[in-house]
């Protein structure tokens, strides 16, 4: 029961910390609709007082703080102030646009980083591995937002290989197998871009945890018996280097939802980070609160399901 219990713990915490960080930025939604030049400017004091009572900001804190968790627990997100749309509507019509990134950089960080990590284990010391493991230290220092920059300007701006930004191309009525493409060409950078930062720690750890296995006893019984060495390498000591691999996996999902923030901002694609960053701009506390919920609910259900994989995947840590 301790997973669940730190899960509730961290989940009442954060609900917390949600209601709490928008109301200590300066300003307040309405004086962000009342700044002259924005197209939803406002004028006077009486306008002013109702949207106050509208948006229930005339309340003393606490009794914002009771309506908002009320309204949570009941799925209601609260009305954008900004665009006077529900913000549940708003987020459901961004997260599988950040689903998809997430998914796919996860996905192809798996597929590459065990893999090689293993491979690289089992050659330890030798030219292929020391020309990964000089790879992947490089990439590992190079910060999410500036590889980001660098991927935009030279292969979409200067080479024209891929869209400059956006989930689809615009004005376009692309259906079936067209839009797929046109889809997937969108995806092909900030997918990448994001599938770096999780590669390096990926292929460090599943390279330390089979360097390991090497020495271990069973290794040295399987290649006495005349066991093949490609069953050897991935059935008998890969498996057991994933281990923590596992735990790797999951936890990134909080680097996943930090990472998307700045990925959507350089592609300019339509998700919840994307949307985060903008509701912050404009003091829209029910945007931002909506937005942030979803990522850190997110970040500590990922957690909860990595510690109940492990468990399950090596029983000595239920102990």
Do not use: C
């Amino acid at each position: 029961m301790a997973p669940f219990a730190y899960y509730v713990t961290s989940v009442l915490l954060l609900l917390s910390l949600n209601f709490g960080l928008p109301r200590m930025m300066p300003g307040d939604p309405i004086d962000a609709l009342m700044a002259r030049g924005d197209p939803t400017y406002v004028a006077d004091g009486a306008t002013r007082a109702k949207l106050q009572r509208y948006y229930d900001l005339d309340d003393p804190l606490p009794q914002q703080y009771v309506h908002y968790l009320g309204a949570t627990v009941h799925g209601d997100l609260g009305t954008s102030t900004f665009s006077n749309r529900p913000v549940a509507m708003e987020l459901r019509q961004r997260l599988g646009w950040s689903f998809l990134i997430i998914a796919t950089a996860m996905g192809v960080a798996v597929l590459v980083g065990a893999p090689l990590g293993i491979h690289s284990g089992w050659r330890r010391g030798r030219p292929v591995d020391r020309g990964l493991l000089t790879f992947f230290l490089s990439v590992q220092n190079v910060p999410v937002f500036l590889l980001g920059t660098l991927a935009l300007q030279l292969l979409a701006v200067r080479f024209h290989l891929f869209p400059y930004g956006g989930a689809t191309t615009a004005f376009s009525e692309y259906g079936g197998i067209q839009r797929l493409v046109d889809v997937a060409r969108h995806l092909v950078l900030p997918a990448v871009v994001m599938a770096s930062q999780f590669l390096t720690l990926q292929y460090l750890v599943t390279r330390a945890a089979m360097v390991g296995e090497l020495g271990s006893d069973y290794v040295f019984g399987a290649r006495a018996k005349g066991l093949a060495e490609r069953r050897l390498k991935y059935g008998h000591a890969g498996r057991n280097a994933l281990l923590p691999f596992v735990t790797v996996v999951g936890l990134q999902f909080g680097l996943a939802m930090t990472s998307v923030v700045f990925v959507e901002r350089i592609f300019s694609n339509p998700g919840v980070g994307r949307y985060l960053v903008d509701a912050v701009g404009r003091r829209d506390y029910p945007a931002a609160q909506g937005a942030f919920l979803f990522l850190t609910f997110a970040v500590v259900t990922a957690n909860l399901l990595v510690e109940l994989a492990y468990r399950r995947v090596d029983p000595r840590t239920a102990i």
